[in-house]
């Protein structure tokens, strides 16, 4: 992903989030398994709702887990990536910004 900073990605699936730094925090696995090679990231995403051309939802009120805050966004959404940096110790943090104009 570094080496990946101004450029373009999409997910081919629909992609949960949660607008609750802790619970994102301990979804990204929190540098568990660090050990085995496994690394914690986390994504922080801006959206400029003036250009979405894709849909999303959030779905918090349909959530069993309230304080998760969910979004889900569906599939082909496109973000470009802003920056990647080292958040913590065992955690990284994804800057990508919706670009769903580049898309289309």
Avoid at 17 to 36: H, L, W
Avoid at 57 to 75: G, H, N, P
Avoid at 79 to 91: A, C, G, K, Q, Y
Wanted: proline share 2%; charged share 20%.
């Amino acid at each position: 992903l570094k080496q990946s900073v101004g450029q373009l990605i999409s997910f081919n699936t629909f992609f949960s989030t949660s607008a609750t730094p802790i619970v994102a925090v301990s979804f990204s696995g929190n540098g568990e398994y660090e050990s085995q090679g496994i690394v914690s990231v986390m994504f922080d995403i801006e959206l400029d709702l003036s250009f979405v051309s894709r849909p999303f939802a959030q779905i918090e009120d349909l959530s069993v887990l309230k304080q998760e805050r969910e979004t889900l966004f569906s599939m082909g959404h496109v973000f470009r990536v802003e920056s990647v940096d080292l958040e913590t110790d065992t955690i990284w943090l994804v800057t990508l910004v919706c670009d769903d104009a580049a898309s289309n």
